[in-house]
């Protein structure tokens, strides 16, 4: 079983940066590939990026390609999500995950196998 925490959420003005932490715990790190995905009130959750165990390779939805930087420590067993440009349409609670599966990164929710409770990130008009 893996522990995630996110962290780094706030409000943040249209065209602004914001950085997201996930630390995880109770389980070797470096098994696990790492996906972040947002959910909006009465939207179904959304795959934004996903990166390999190594960090070598990562993957990224249209909406977020080239302004979205997915990384990962795994000395600090976390995952970053750095978010540069933001609109107001990224306006979600994001959450962190992780797959064990030995396959491609992944971005479908229901591939994932353990999940943090979010943090809400909000971008002002």
């Known amino acids: 079983q893996v522990q995630l925490v996110e962290s780094g959420g706030g409000l943040v003005q249209a065209g602004g940066s914001l950085g997201l932490s996930c630390a995880a715990s109770?389980?070797?790190?470096?098994?696990?590939?790492v996906g972040w995905f947002r959910q909006a009130p009465g939207k179904e959750r959304e795959f934004v990026a996903a990166i390999g165990r190594s960090g070598r390779s990562t993957y990224y939805a249209d909406s977020v390609k080239g302004r979205f930087t997915i990384s990962r420590d795994n000395a600090k067993n976390t995952a970053y999500l750095q978010m540069n440009s933001l609109k107001p349409e990224d306006t979600s609670n994001y959450y962190c995950?992780?797959?064990?599966?030995?396959?491609?990164?992944?971005?479908?929710?229901?591939?994932?196998?353990?999940w943090g409770q979010g943090t809400q990130v909000t971008v002002s008009s």
């Open positions: 109770g389980h070797t790190f470096t098994s696990y590939n």
């Open positions: 995950a992780v797959d064990a599966s030995p396959w491609t990164l992944r971005s479908k929710a229901s591939e994932y196998d353990f």
